[in-house]
């Protein structure tokens, strides 16, 4: 049965998707911050967290067998938005191209944070087998790196994340050419709502209006205080529960698209 609202209507439900080398823990605040009428639901990926035990997923294939059934089963029952922050938001998008593949009911939106879209390259676009002398610098700029680890080879951050940073990277380069490819990739047929960091240094906010080639629809670009790691600022889920709200209202029977 879906969840109904004080006021009668359905709730929205928000999936969100962290960046590389994380679990969810990001979103730890986002459900008192997000305001009324939204259930904030971390898709965590295997191979860390509470998942750390499983094989992690480095292509299209194993992440669409991992999460699609989540979203396709709430697809069918209610309202449904989703969020992606940095690596997450190349999952977000494949995970709301390929939803449009199975003729499912697609999500209210795919918002958009800290991530250039696929045809721009980056830094990290082929870094995941890069020697550590290479790597850690360009993670050290994006600020992804423990005080001191640069000169701490073979610490703890070393054994526990770096191996799942590295895998994540290869993740986002399988979704980068995915998303390039004619049949996997191309335009989302929902709104997309995108967020920049307006001190990222990889993900620059003039650099995300390239998202617009990305979606039949509207695209529509916010900056947002904080640099590539703004996910765990109160700001951005206030923006994102009002665009739930908003969305879900101008969908609603009577109210205006």
């Given at each position: 049965?879906?969840?109904?609202?004080?006021?009668?209507?359905?709730?929205t439900t928000l999936y969100c998707l962290g960046h590389a080398g994380g679990g969810v823990a990001g979103y730890r605040r986002w459900p008192s911050l997000v305001g009324p009428d939204v259930d904030v639901v971390p898709l965590l990926l295997p191979g860390r967290d509470g998942r750390r035990r499983e094989p992690r997923v480095t292509d299209r294939a194993a992440l669409l067998a991992d999460l699609m059934?989540?979203?396709?089963?709430?697809?069918?029952?209610?309202p449904y938005a989703v969020y992606g922050h940095s690596m997450g938001a190349l999952v977000a998008?494949?995970?709301?191209?390929?939803?449009?593949?199975?003729?499912?009911?697609?999500?209210?939106?795919?918002?958009?944070?800290?991530?250039?879209?696929?045809h721009v390259a980056t830094a990290l676009v082929s870094a995941a087998d890069l020697p550590d002398e290479h790597l850690l610098p360009i993670l050290d700029r994006l600020g992804?790196?423990?005080?001191?680890?640069?000169?701490?080879?073979?610490?703890?951050?070393?054994?526990?994340?770096?191996?799942?940073?590295?895998d994540d990277l290869r993740l986002a380069g399988s979704l980068r050419q995915a998303a390039l490819d004619s049949v996997t990739g191309g335009?989302?047929?929902?709104p997309v709502l995108v967020f920049a960091g307006r001190d990222d240094p990889l993900?620059?906010?003039?650099?995300?209006?390239?998202?617009?080639?990305?979606?039949?629809?509207?695209?529509?670009?916010?900056?947002?205080?904080?640099?590539?790691f703004f996910v765990g600022t109160p700001e951005l889920p206030r923006l994102v529960g009002q665009a739930c709200r908003d969305?879900?209202?101008?969908?609603?029977?009577?109210?205006?698209?």
């Open positions: 049965m879906t969840a109904l609202t004080d006021a009668g209507g359905e709730r059934p989540i979203l396709t089963e709430r697809a069918g029952t209610g998008y494949t995970l709301t191209r390929a939803l449009t593949d199975t003729g499912a009911p697609p999500p209210l939106f795919l918002a958009v944070g800290a991530c250039l879209p696929p992804s790196l423990p005080a001191g680890e640069m000169a701490r080879p073979g610490g703890l951050w070393h054994r526990a994340v770096l191996p799942v940073l590295r335009q989302v047929d929902t993900a620059v906010p003039a650099l995300l209006e390239e998202w617009r080639g990305w979606a039949t629809g509207r695209v529509e670009a916010r900056t947002v205080d904080g640099d590539h969305r879900a209202a101008a969908l609603a029977p009577g109210g205006r698209r």
